[in-house]
């Protein structure tokens, strides 16, 4: 809530703070803080492989891969895409198995799958030139406003917002804000403010030095720098000693949680893997077979004659668990050698070489465990 009286602005946010922005235009020895942050990214920044061509093709697949993975994971996957799709048109025309091949272990694989059809929509529309407004960019599927924002401010240089988690953290505290970061009130406000003070010619830099901030100073879980951190003389959460109640983070739903039984079907090497329907969770990708419940040792052996594979032997592999955003699942395994495979086939289940499969068949990694198990190198 704004409790500040200050008579030459208005606040017009029930949540947000933004009389707090005044934190962002103090003058510091003659430096605005927004200058003060851009100062502090050129000096500080990691070199980081997307940080040397700010290309927005290359701009928007970084983007695309950090959101919600760490910046080491992503480095490998940055480079294997690049030399696979170095351009909109090869993304454009990918086989999908291939594609997904090269996000696994990404997760949240309707990302790639958004881009492609992106990609394709700039061959259609922009003839493979990626476009260069905000409002074009945005308008491409499977990009919000926090990735228009940054290929438009990185590559572009243009002044809108890049508001990530992380920038909804540096921003509430150093303006005091205890407006709940998960609303989207609160962010589309605080996108608003940050665009009324972005430097009109350091709109990446000033953009890259809030998301820096906020990846290696001004850290979650009461963890923060303070004592690094360029911002620290404006900071209000420092000044009020509220830095570790700030940002408000209200919790979402509860995920569902989701038992499964998990089958490595072996006949001789080969294992048995399907390819899960098309839409839905981990839409597209080959698994190995499994089903809800949890099956004791009985019961796996009956379904798997159910299936057409007969068991000869079958051993319990242990138990796994995956979080997915919103469902966890609760895996228990089998290991079933298998002979007369002649109803498998057309069960769609596919018997492949773990080799094979490590090369050309994507596997989420809510499969970890059993793709380990049954030596799946990834
Ligand atoms: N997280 C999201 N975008 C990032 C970027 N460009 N560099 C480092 N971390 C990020």
Same mark, same amino acid.
């Given at each position: 809530?704004?409790?500040?009286k200050?008579?030459?602005?208005?606040?017009?946010?029930?949540?947000?703070?933004?009389?707090g922005m005044?934190?962002?235009e103090?003058n510091?020895d003659?430096?605005?803080?927004?200058?003060?942050?851009?100062?502090?990214?050129?000096e500080?920044?990691?070199?980081?492989?997307?940080?040397?061509?700010?290309?927005?093709?290359?701009v928007?697949?970084?983007e695309?891969m950090?959101?919600? %993975?760490?910046?080491?994971?992503?480095k490998?996957?940055y480079?294997?895409?690049?030399?696979?799709?170095?351009?909109?048109?090869?993304?454009?025309?990918?086989?999908e198995d291939?594609?997904?091949?090269?996000?696994?272990?990404?997760g949240?694989?309707?990302?790639?799958?958004?881009?492609?059809?992106?990609?394709?929509?700039?061959?259609?529309?922009?003839q493979?030139?990626?476009?260069? %407004?905000?409002?074009?960019?945005?308008? #491409?599927?499977?990009?919000g406003?926090?990735?228009?924002? $940054?290929?438009?401010?990185?590559?572009?240089?243009?002044?809108?917002?890049?508001?990530?988690?992380?920038?909804?953290?540096v921003?509430?505290?150093? %303006?005091?804000?205890?407006g709940?970061?998960?609303?989207?009130?609160?962010?589309?406000?605080?996108?608003?403010?940050?665009?009324?003070?972005i430097?009109?010619?350091?709109?990446?830099?000033?953009?890259?030095?809030?998301?820096?901030?906020?990846?290696?100073?001004?850290?979650p879980?009461?963890?923060?720098?303070c004592?690094e951190?360029p911002a620290?003389s404006?900071?209000?959460?420092?000044?009020?000693g509220?830095i570790?109640?700030?940002?408000v983070?209200?919790?979402g739903?509860?995920?569902?949680?989701?038992?499964? %039984?998990?089958?490595?079907?072996?006949? /001789?090497?080969?294992?048995?893997?399907r390819?899960?329907?098309g839409?839905? #969770?981990?839409?597209g990708?080959?698994?190995?077979?499994?089903?809800?419940g949890?099956?004791?040792?009985?019961e796996?052996?009956v379904?798997?004659?159910?299936?057409?594979?007969?068991?000869?032997?079958?051993?319990?592999? /242990?138990? $796994?668990?995956?979080?997915?955003?919103?469902?966890?699942?609760?895996?228990?395994?089998?290991e079933?050698?298998?002979d007369?495979?002649?109803?498998?086939?057309?069960r769609?289940?596919?018997?492949?070489l773990?080799?094979?499969?490590?090369?050309?068949y994507?596997i989420?990694?809510?499969?970890?465990?059993?793709?380990?198990?049954?030596g799946?190198v990834?």
């Open positions: 809530m704004c409790n500040k200050l008579p030459d602005r208005v606040c017009d946010s029930e949540e947000f703070n933004c009389f005044l934190s962002f103090k510091l003659g430096k605005k803080p927004a200058e003060i942050i851009v100062e502090w990214y050129r500080h920044k990691r070199d980081l492989p997307w940080r040397r061509n700010s290309d927005a093709y290359r928007w697949v970084s695309i950090l959101q919600q %993975t760490r910046v080491e994971t992503v490998p996957y480079e294997r895409f690049l030399k696979e799709f170095p351009t909109v048109k090869e993304l454009a025309q990918a086989q291939k594609l997904l091949k090269l996000w696994e272990g990404l949240y694989y309707n990302r790639v799958r958004n881009m492609q059809k992106a990609a394709r929509q700039i061959m259609i529309d922009y493979g030139e990626f476009p260069d %407004t905000y409002e074009e960019i945005r308008s #491409l599927k499977g990009i406003n926090y990735t228009a924002g $940054a290929i438009s401010a990185f590559a572009y240089g243009i002044p809108k917002a890049a508001v990530d988690g992380n920038v909804l953290r921003v509430s505290r150093i %303006t005091g804000s205890r709940d970061i998960m609303k989207q009130s609160v962010r589309r406000k605080i996108e608003e403010e940050l665009e009324k003070i430097p009109r010619d350091e709109a990446s830099d000033f953009n890259q030095g809030l998301i820096e901030l906020g990846a290696i100073v001004c850290l879980n009461g963890e923060p720098k004592r951190c620290a404006f900071c209000e959460a420092r000044k009020q509220i570790t109640e700030i940002p983070k209200s919790k739903k509860a995920r569902k949680i989701e038992d499964r %039984t998990v089958f490595v079907f072996k006949d /001789g090497k080969k294992l048995a893997i390819k899960r329907p839409r839905g #969770l981990l839409a990708l080959y698994e190995f077979p499994n089903e809800k949890h099956m004791e040792i009985d796996a052996s379904y798997s004659k159910k299936i057409g594979l007969m068991p000869v032997r079958i051993k319990e592999l /242990g138990h $796994a668990k995956h979080v997915f955003s919103h469902i966890e699942w609760h895996m228990r395994g089998y079933v050698i298998v007369e495979l002649e109803q498998a086939n057309e769609g289940y596919l018997f492949i773990p080799e094979e499969i490590e090369q050309e994507p989420p990694s809510a499969f970890e465990y059993f793709t380990r198990y049954a799946i990834k």
